[in-house]
């Protein structure tokens, strides 16, 4: 495992100077299928680590296993956590007044369906009653009325939005494309550098991240979020809390304030 971990510490080194690529990192980290908690290293130190009874019930019934309470983020979950962060250096390139007609008016040629829509939230989920008056209720917003109003429509795209709407989206969409083409290198980057320190973090953070758990707790915990009441040890509560109702009707907190 220490191998395992200064390899992983060697390939960040080589990410933030330069020296590899975050592809070249990414093929040999994250592309051998096997996840560093798969690897016999990994499981051997877990003994370790392991209690002789459930830090949550006090059951002493084997198998005893370590449950994790944080987990590595996604590499796609680092993508969306970073990418705004490159996307303010290049807002305000593009306006709205850049925008052409031109460009309005070829997006709004995707809308070729004319639909009914609510008169006040403009959204096409509307009822129309046979003995009612108002004849119409949308389905939305709960108004009535009696004649709706025509709106442009696409099957893949839904309602035409308004052309001031439509600039300010065409504008969004130019700014991401201008972020990815100058910045998908430092992103990406980033984005492994992260991945590598959240795996490190999940092999060696064993004392703050986990607790010994028997099988039934760690089913309970992962399956339902729900953990044994802490003061009877019978009840099941949601795993923020301390104590049951019973319980705290014998005067015990539901949550501890640390």
Same mark, same amino acid.
């Given at each position: 495992m220490k191998i395992y971990l200064n390899e992983l510490k060697s390939y960040k080194s080589s990410l933030q100077n330069g020296t590899m690529?975050?592809?070249e990192v990414s093929n040999i980290v994250f592309s051998s299928g096997?996840?560093?908690?798969q690897r016999k290293e990994w499981r051997n130190q877990r003994k370790d680590f392991i209690k002789e009874?459930?830090?949550q019930c006090g059951s002493k019934q084997q198998?005893?296993?370590?449950?994790?309470f944080?987990?590595?983020?996604s590499y796609k979950k680092h993508i969306r956590e970073i990418y705004p962060i490159y996307y303010q250096k290049v807002d305000g390139v593009y306006n709205e007044n850049e925008i052409s007609d031109k460009e309005i008016q070829d997006v709004l040629k995707l809308f070729t369906e004319t639909r009914d829509a609510c008169p006040s939230c403009?959204?096409?989920?509307?009822n129309e009653r046979k003995t009612m008056t108002? +004849? !119409?209720?949308?389905?939305r917003c709960k108004i009535e009325f009696d004649k709706p109003i025509k709106l442009k429509f696409s099957t893949q795209h839904g309602v035409a939005p308004h052309p001031d709407e439509l600039r300010k989206k065409l504008v969004r969409e130019k700014t991401q494309l201008l972020?990815?083409? +100058? !910045?998908?290198?430092e992103i990406k980057t980033e984005a492994v550098i992260r991945s590598i320190d959240d795996s490190i973090r999940y092999l060696t953070n064993w004392e703050e991240d986990t607790k010994t758990f028997c099988k039934r707790c760690a089913f309970l915990w992962d399956k339902y979020r729900k953990k044994p009441c802490k003061v009877c040890g019978e009840k099941l509560v949601s795993t923020l809390m301390h104590a049951c109702y019973k319980c705290q009707q014998e005067g015990h907190p539901g949550v501890l304030i640390e």
């Open positions: 690529t975050y592809q096997t996840k560093p908690w009874q459930c830090e198998p005893l296993v370590l449950q994790h944080w987990h590595p983020k403009q959204k096409i989920s509307i108002p +004849k !119409y209720r949308c389905g972020a990815w083409e +100058k !910045y998908e290198v």
